[in-house]
């Protein structure tokens, strides 16, 4: 789907965005600095129905905040096991197909987690497919606009954060 063909299906749900019928769901994008370099790699994940390619994502859970749900749906979707930034990086919306075939916009909240590793067992082991890619890659894979630029965004970020702080002058 392109790009205007997929905001086009997205305005078409205009209304149910601004009536207060869009849904909440939260999400991490995963990321690894790269052996030896400066540069970040970022872990995506195939959709369990389409097969497209996602981010760990999912909906609110009782007694956790939005940071904790995007970590916990890490773990469950790909095994990862990492740090994550309790401060919202972004957010991106997307039509989510309902089990009755109607759709509902998605307002998606997304944080940033630093994988330390991947668990060989994980609740999705085997559902999905796993690859690491640069953001760069990663933006041109994921169909939805907003998070493409969101992954663009991650490396400048991440890398800005990266670098040694200054001493104050007097």
């Not at 207060?20 to 994008?29: K, R, T």
């Not at 400066?38 to 369990?48: C, F, H, N, W």
């Not at 095994?79 to 989510?96: C, D, E, I, N």
């Not at 041109?140 to 954060?161: C, I, N, Q, W």
Request: glycine share 8%; net charge positive.
């Amino acid at each position: 789907m392109s790009k205007k063909t997929y905001l086009r299906h997205l305005a078409g749900e205009a209304d149910k965005l601004f009536n207060g019928q869009a849904i909440e769901q939260y999400a991490a994008i995963c990321y690894r600095w790269r052996p030896g370099a400066k540069e970040i790699e970022i872990l995506l994940i195939t959709s369990r129905e389409s097969g497209r390619w996602v981010i760990p994502k999912g909906w609110p859970m009782d007694k956790k905040l939005p940071h904790q749900v995007a970590e916990r749906e890490a773990w469950e979707e790909a095994g990862v096991k990492g740090k994550v930034r309790k401060k919202s990086f972004g957010y991106y919306t997307y039509l989510k197909s309902l089990d009755t075939g109607d759709t509902v916009p998605s307002v998606v909240q997304v944080h940033l987690l630093e994988v330390g590793g991947l668990s060989a067992e994980f609740p999705e082991r085997g559902q999905r497919r796993l690859q690491w890619f640069s953001p760069n890659e990663a933006a041109t894979l994921v169909r939805e606009p907003e998070l493409k630029g969101l992954l663009r965004m991650a490396e400048s970020v991440l890398t800005t954060d990266k670098k040694p702080k200054r001493p104050a002058t007097k």
